[in-house]
């Protein structure tokens, strides 16, 4: 019996995140779960310890850079690959950033359609994409 996948999915485009679930839930088998800002992020990521963790930028209470430091600096979760996503083009300065940062991936949204996005997070977790 294949080992379900937990991923968390850390935005707060409600029409978004639940394209999203849609895909990684049914056509994936994952196991999905939803955080609408990043102190509701910080708070599912130490409880449910997903395999990983897709995390906009732009989030209300707490940005994306401030969960990723602190997602980082948690020895429970600081293991857990992170794909920051942002909606605004990125500079390779700022990419470079994310990723020194501990981001396994820091990729536009526009960049990549649901399909595209479901592979890259299967190839990181395949350890084919880091």
Same mark, same amino acid.
């Given at each position: 019996?294949?080992?379900?996948?937990?991923?968390?999915?850390?935005?707060?485009?409600?029409?978004? $995140?639940?394209?999203?679930?849609?895909?990684f839930d049914v056509e994936k088998?994952?196991?999905?779960?939803v955080a609408v800002?990043?102190?509701?992020?910080?708070? @599912?990521?130490? $409880?449910?310890?997903?395999?990983?963790?897709?995390?906009?930028?732009?989030?209300? @209470?707490?940005?994306?850079?401030?969960?990723?430091? @602190?997602? @980082?600096?948690?020895?429970?979760?600081? $293991?857990?690959?992170?794909?920051?996503?942002?909606?605004?083009?990125?500079?390779?300065?700022?990419?470079?950033?994310?990723? $020194?940062?501990?981001?396994?991936?820091?990729?536009?949204?526009?960049?990549?359609?649901?399909?595209?996005?479901?592979?890259?997070?299967?190839?990181?977790?395949?350890?084919?994409?880091?």
């Amino acid at each position: 019996m294949a080992i379900i996948k937990k991923i968390l999915i850390v935005d707060d485009d409600p029409v978004l $995140s639940q394209m999203y679930k849609h895909i990684f839930d049914v056509e994936k088998n994952f196991q999905t779960y939803v955080a609408v800002d990043g102190y509701d992020g910080l708070e @599912k990521a130490k $409880s449910l310890l997903p395999q990983i963790i897709l995390l906009d930028i732009m989030l209300p @209470k707490i940005n994306g850079l401030d969960v990723l430091e @602190k997602l @980082k600096a948690d020895p429970l979760t600081k $293991s857990i690959p992170v794909v920051v996503l942002t909606n605004i083009a990125k500079s390779p300065e700022e990419a470079q950033r994310v990723i $020194s940062m501990g981001a396994a991936k820091y990729i536009t949204k526009s960049d990549y359609d649901p399909r595209q996005l479901t592979a890259l997070v299967e190839e990181i977790l395949d350890g084919k994409g880091e």
